[in-house]
């Protein structure tokens, strides 16, 4: 897959079937819409391109509001080789790219740049400024430039609309089983391990305190949580709590740690990733150690059941 950085770095106007959003997550929705690009593509022997940001449009249009990320911009990328795309576009969203005008865009950079001969677009996007750019308002400009366009309908899975604000909010709540289903892939953090008060160690249950890579990234909802953890190319089983730690700390931020089961080496400063599996319990301050260490075997055995 080609990866493109930047409107100025196009340099093939090979003729192209486009699509455009932020896919965010690159869930099930997404994966729908990439998919009859794909086709549309196939069927009319065009250079299937997928257009997204680096950040997401809202922290930007409205002035600086900080959205949490399902995936990174590198996260989403990686997501996206695996789907068959031959192309990606990633354009610097900022103040003065939100207030192009979706007439403009199209003829400057979807027809004069990439020579786009198919348009596929979800129900419910929108683009150019005031969000003017739909499928409605497309249809004339199709006409005028001799475009195909066509609309994926909205995707729904166990019941439950998909779209990443819903699956946000899913992950906000610790859903995170839910969450997984939706996006066609478990959801995973990627951090670097640091130094904590080692305290776990004493209670015969090391964590590895993390570091996410991507501040913005979201964190599911404080809790206890059945995970996997890649280290150096290996898979291993464990639980991971995301919060204050009250029955010693009481930190002003939530933290994430994990514990990894069977596992002895020392990897501070060295980067893991953590798969969340599904949301064991709530976070509680316990009155004892000893009180701690046994909900601790109980967390354990259920996250190795999972």
């Known amino acids: 897959m080609e990866i493109i950085w930047g409107i100025d770095k196009i340099s093939s106007s090979s003729p192209s079937a486009v699509t455009i959003g932020t896919f965010d997550g690159v869930h099930r929705g997404h994966k729908k819409i990439i998919s009859e690009l794909l086709k549309k593509a196939g069927q009319k ?6 257009i997204t940001f680096d950040l997401h449009p809202r922290t930007v249009i409205k002035s600086g509001k900080q959205i949490s990320l399902i995936t990174a911009i590198e996260e989403k990328l990686e997501l996206l080789k695996q789907t068959g795309l031959e192309r990606v576009l990633v354009i610097h969203f900022d103040k003065k790219f939100s207030q192009i005008h979706y007439k403009d ?59 990443s604000t819903i699956i946000r909010q899913f992950l906000a709540d ?106 064991l319990r709530s976070e509680k301050k316990f009155d004892s150690s000893e009180d701690l260490i046994a909900q601790l075997e109980i967390d354990k055995e259920e996250s190795l059941k999972i």
């Open 105 to 163: 865009f199209v003829k400057d950079v979807l027809i004069d740049k990439l020579n786009m001969k198919a348009c596929v677009i979800g129900y419910d996007h929108s683009f150019g400024k005031n969000r003017e750019g739909n499928f409605s308002s497309l249809g004339p400009l199709s006409r005028q430039y001799g475009f195909s366009l066509d609309q994926v309908d909205p995707y729904e899975a166990d019941g439950q609309l998909i779209n």
């Open 174 to 279: 610790g859903d995170v089983a839910l969450a997984g289903r939706l996006l066609g892939q478990t959801f995973s953090i990627s951090g670097h391990v640091v130094h904590g008060s080692e305290r776990g160690r004493s209670l015969s249950y090391p964590t590895a305190n993390l570091e996410p890579l991507h501040p913005r990234k979201v964190r599911p909802g404080n809790g206890v949580y059945a995970v996997d953890v890649e280290y150096n190319g290996a898979i291993y089983k464990g639980m991971a709590n995301i919060g204050f730690k009250p029955t010693f700390e009481e930190l002003d931020a939530p933290a994430v740690e994990v514990h990894i089961f069977d596992f002895n080496k020392s990897i501070y400063g060295e980067n893991i990733n953590v798969f969340f599996k599904k949301r």
């Open 45 to 50: 022997g065009l250079c299937s391109t997928l």
